[in-house]
């Protein structure tokens, strides 16, 4: 057996458990896997549909180019939460350990095990390029921050709501009566 046919054979279990290590890392995990509904769930589907096609990608040894729009889509998210960059990045590279797990549960992907240096590097690669795209988010939100401060809309961003501080106000009120 070949290694490419050997992820074929296995993507489902290779997919099933990397979507679920990287929704892991999320602070509500439970909702991200339970909830299909693109609109209700949003992140959890945008992640899973992104690491299936970085996959498909992988096992047709594409142009590393055409990883762009995939990472982009898991990446993107990534980079407005509260990650560190190596938390953001961490699910690219922990699919080395979830093709070795899953190839080390079944006696006929073992001996294919010494093949995936190969793999290795092309996900290597793809972290790489995941990473470049992280640096661009976050300096995309760091330029809209300076300019919302040079603007001023800051004021507005940064303020409390009206209607919380009038209902913060009568709360107060109502205690110190």
Known sequence: MELTE?????KKDILSLWIERTLDSYTAPG???????PFANPVGV????GLT????LLLS???????????????????VQEFTPSQAMAPFL????VIRQVFSNHKDTQPLMGMLDTLDCDIDRMTLSAFDIFSECKEQLYRN??????S???ILTDAACPSKLAQQEKMDVGTTI
Do not use: M
């Open 6 to 10: 050997a992820l074929s054979i296995k």
């Open 31 to 37: 909702f991200f896997k339970s909830s299909k509904d």
């Open 46 to 49: 945008n992640i899973a549909n």
């Open 53 to 56: 096609a970085l996959f498909e």
């Open 61 to 79: 040894n594409a142009e590393h180019s055409t990883y762009r729009v995939p990472l982009d889509q898991v990446v993107r998210i990534r980079a």
């Open 94 to 97: 922990e699919l080395k350990w």
């Open 145 to 150: 921050r300076i300019r919302e401060l040079k």
């Open 152 to 154: 001023g809309s800051a």
